[in-house]
């Protein structure tokens, strides 16, 4: 499939009118129209629906818009890397992954102490799994992930080097108003009536642990799709929710963060390839690891 098709594609839904994208990218609208049929019979699904207004993506062509959206990304910066060597811009970018948590506030903290440093650098950040991340690093992705051990664990991989970071406490997150919203920490005891809601395996896995230890269950009945998602089900009433404790100081100002007593805690792990190191792995590892030197505050 020609990147064009998807740029198309990806417009369409954006602006949610043939007509109107096809003169942002200077095609006839039956040039366009005839470029996402062509796309849908390639797929096999309808992409796009007609409403009272234009047109909007289906369910499949959602997902197809965020896939292709972020291929169309790195189709980009890929032009812009050659570019750039060609025109003799020094320096390699560095591409660093992070689980969402970590790339909520630690990360980005940690590059901009490197940049003070070290002054103009190139970077990327791309979020996600654990799993996921670790093998973008093996494939030669990245220059380095920030993961963490929780269920299922990290693999032993002799083709990446892992460094530990820290611990980071779980926090129970509630809305306001909750009747254990205080200053705490609270008893997992104490929200054992409670709806909880979850966004990935491993998270549930630590509540079900926490609770099984304190003698008591948690009813995960609610699931997101991702942290955001997972945040308002709880801003709304609709549950409470296991959270890592680095999020406190990013979290939306209608939810609470609540530490737990005798919490479930992850470790924080950085992991870089054995081949071909890039020369600012070094000094952001140091960056890294002094985030967790002194206990991450808690949100006021």
């Not at 234009?54 to 292709?68: D, L, M, S, W, Y």
Request: proline content about 8%.
């Amino acid at each position: 499939m020609e990147l064009t098709v998807w740029r198309t594609f990806v417009t369409v839904c954006r602006l949610g009118s043939l007509s109107a994208a096809a003169t942002e990218l200077h095609h006839t609208q039956s040039a366009v129209s005839r470029q996402i049929a062509g796309l849908e019979r390639r797929l096999g699904v309808p992409l796009i629906e007609r409403h009272a207004r234009g047109v909007r993506p289906t369910p499949a062509g959602e997902v197809f818009r965020r896939h292709a959206l972020a291929t169309l990304h790195e189709a980009d910066r890929a032009v812009r890397a050659v570019r750039e060597a060609h025109d003799g811009v020094a320096g390699r970018p560095l591409a660093i992954g992070a689980t969402p948590s970590m790339a909520a506030g630690i990360v980005p903290e940690a590059v901009r102490g490197l940049l003070e440093r070290t002054g103009s650098l190139r970077w990327s950040l791309l979020p996600g799994l654990s799993t996921q991340l670790h093998h973008r690093v093996v494939a030669g992705d990245l220059d380095i992930a920030v993961v963490t051990d929780a269920p299922p664990g990290l693999p032993h991989d002799a083709r990446v080097d892992r460094r530990f970071l820290g611990l980071d406490d779980m926090v129970v997150v509630l809305p306001v108003g909750h009747p254990q919203g205080g200053p705490g920490p609270v008893h997992i005891r104490t929200l054992a009536d409670q709806t909880w809601v979850e966004d990935n395996d491993g998270s549930a896995a630590l509540l079900r642990q926490h609770a099984a230890r304190a003698g008591v269950s948690a009813l995960i009945d609610l699931t997101a799709a991702d942290l955001p998602g997972k945040l308002a089900l709880v801003a709304t009433g609709h549950a409470v929710a296991l959270i890592p404790g680095v999020l406190t100081r990013a979290l939306r100002n209608d939810v609470i963060a609540v530490p737990l007593v005798d919490p479930p805690t992850r470790g924080i792990y950085a992991l870089t390839p054995r081949r071909d190191p890039h020369p600012a792995t070094a000094q952001l590892l140091d960056r890294l690891a002094a985030a967790f030197t002194s206990p991450v505050p808690s949100t006021p």
